[in-house]
Nanobody, 125 residues
Framework: QVQLVESGGGLVQAGGSLRLSCAAS????????MGWFRQAPGEEREFVAA????????YYVDSVKGRFTISRNNAKNTVYLQMNSLKPEDTAVYYC??????????????????WGPGTQVTVSS
């Protein structure tokens, strides 16, 4: 199993940018589809974005499409989330995980049951 540690969060004004990183341990990192999730206070954790093992394919939920960019560096066992034009509703703790999609019509779900510590993103209005 891969162990994950997120970083890069912080406090930013609306319209600002942040770049999140997720460092993964384990030799099999490059074989996994990776994703980012977020959890706002009082809300369920939700899927945000995913990237294929090669980095050639990406997928975003509608609420972040055009503003967020997911990428990865398999040589560094790291996946990134560039967040631009941030909005107060993006405020949440952000987590990464390997992901899978049970069938083509379903949403991505986390592959591993354990999570890293997450990184807090706070967007002020």
């Amino acid at each position: 199993q891969v162990q994950l540690v997120e970083s890069g969060g912080g406090l930013v004004q609306a319209g600002g940018s942040l770049r999140l990183s997720c460092a993964a341990s384990g030799r099999t990192f490059s074989s996994y589809v990776m994703g980012w999730f977020r959890q706002a206070p009082g809300e369920e954790r939700e899927f945000v974005a995913a990237i294929s093992w090669s980095g050639e394919s990406t997928y975003y939920v509608d609420s972040v499409k055009g503003r967020f960019t997911i990428s990865r560096n398999n040589a560094k066992n790291t996946v990134y989330l560039q967040m631009n034009s941030l909005k107060p509703e993006d405020t949440a703790v952000y987590y990464c995980n390997a992901v899978l999609r049970p069938d083509p019509s379903s949403e991505y779900v986390p592959r591993f049951g354990s999570w890293g510590p997450g990184t807090q993103v706070t967007v002020s209005s």
